[in-house]
């Protein structure tokens, strides 16, 4: 089963911006430089933000809905990010360099498997999941920190 891994869009993103430190404050948000490479996963772009760029760090609602999985995490989003467009069956670097956590949802928004993956099993693990028919998508996050990666459907 082909799979399709969705970046966030930027627009939701871009206005923080334009905010002052104390306003990011406010909003739960703060602005942070990058220092290392990998450790600033950009959400958008689906890259690491290299050393001396810019990030906003913030709090994204990634489950909505009448659901008792909905969840938030913090995020990095750069400020130069474009869109990623990853193609079916791709797992960009971002997420193959890393230990993830599979969650699988169904068309309720409830969870139905999850598993612990080495990034570099990724795509094997989203095939094997996606064979339930009753699968929807798959929340994709870092293991370690519990981060909010990407999500996965059907291509």
């Given at each position: 089963?082909?799979?399709?891994i969705h970046a966030l869009p930027m627009a939701?993103?871009?206005?923080?911006?334009?905010?002052?430190?104390?306003?990011?404050?406010?909003?739960?948000?703060c602005r942070v430089i990058a220092d290392t490479?990998?450790?600033?996963?950009?959400?958008?772009?689906?890259?690491?933000?290299?050393?001396?760029?810019?990030?906003?760090?913030?709090?994204?609602?990634?489950?909505?809905?009448?659901?008792?999985?909905?969840?938030?995490?913090?995020?990095?989003?750069?400020?130069?990010?474009?869109?990623?467009?990853?193609?079916?069956?791709?797992?960009?670097?971002?997420?193959?360099?890393?230990?993830?956590?599979?969650?699988?949802?169904?068309a309720s928004q409830m969870m139905q498997t999850?598993?612990?993956?080495?990034?570099?099993?990724?795509?094997?693990?989203?095939?094997?999941?996606?064979?339930?028919?009753?699968?929807?998508?798959?929340?994709?996050?870092?293991?370690?920190?519990?981060?909010?990666?990407?999500?996965?459907?059907?291509?």
């Amino acid at each position: 089963m082909t799979f399709q891994i969705h970046a966030l869009p930027m627009a939701p993103f871009q206005p923080l911006f334009d905010l002052s430190d104390q306003e990011l404050k406010t909003k739960g948000a703060c602005r942070v430089i990058a220092d290392t490479n990998p450790g600033f996963p950009c959400r958008v772009s689906l890259q690491d933000a290299a050393p001396g760029e810019t990030l906003i760090l913030t709090n994204y609602r990634h489950l909505n809905g009448p659901t008792p999985y909905a969840a938030s995490h913090a995020i990095y989003v750069r400020h130069s990010a474009t869109q990623a467009q990853p193609k079916p069956d791709e797992v960009p670097t971002v997420l193959s360099s890393r230990l993830l956590s599979i969650r699988a949802f169904d068309a309720s928004q409830m969870m139905q498997t999850a598993d612990v993956v080495k990034g570099t099993t990724l795509a094997e693990a989203l095939h094997r999941m996606f064979e339930n028919p009753a699968i929807t998508f798959i929340d994709i996050h870092n293991a370690r920190q519990g981060c909010y990666a990407a999500k996965a459907t059907r291509a």
